[in-house]
Nanobody, 116 residues
Framework: QVQLVESGGGSVQPGGSLRLSCAVSRSIVSLYAMGWYRQAPGKQRELVAG???????YYPDSVKGRFTISRDNAKNTVFLQMNSLNPEDTAVYYC??????????WGQGTQVTVSS
């Protein structure tokens, strides 16, 4: 069973930055495309960044140019650097596999709150 542990969230002012981390419990990160998702209150969970096993990245227009996903396969960790945050980025952020129908059990997520 794979466990996902997200961390790095917090409260920031608009324009601020945060770096999220996702630790995967098994040495299999290199085998999967990975992604960061977020879920705001009353909204569906959405993919905000993805990275393939070969390093190709994907971002929706809402975060393109502000968010950067990366991975450290040796440390079984996936990162999300978030810059120029705005209140619309407020949500719980999760990591999991991406670009397929397969998902591990979701972790607890990490809360990101952007407000002045």
């Amino acid at each position: 069973q794979v466990q996902l542990v997200e961390s790095g969230g917090g409260s920031v002012q608009p324009g601020g930055s945060l770096r999220l981390s996702c630790a995967v419990s098994r040495s299999i990160v290199s085998l999967y495309a990975m992604g960061w998702y977020r879920q705001a209150p009353g909204k569906q969970r959405e993919l905000v960044a993805g990275i393939t096993d070969t390093g190709t990245t994907y971002y929706p227009d809402s975060v393109k140019g502000r968010f950067t996903i990366s991975r450290d396969n040796a440390k079984n960790t996936v990162f999300l650097q978030m810059n120029s945050l705005n209140p619309e980025d407020t949500a719980v952020y999760y990591c999991n596999t991406a670009f397929s129908d397969f998902r591990w059990s979701w972790g607890q997520g990490t809360q990101v709150t952007v407000s002045s």
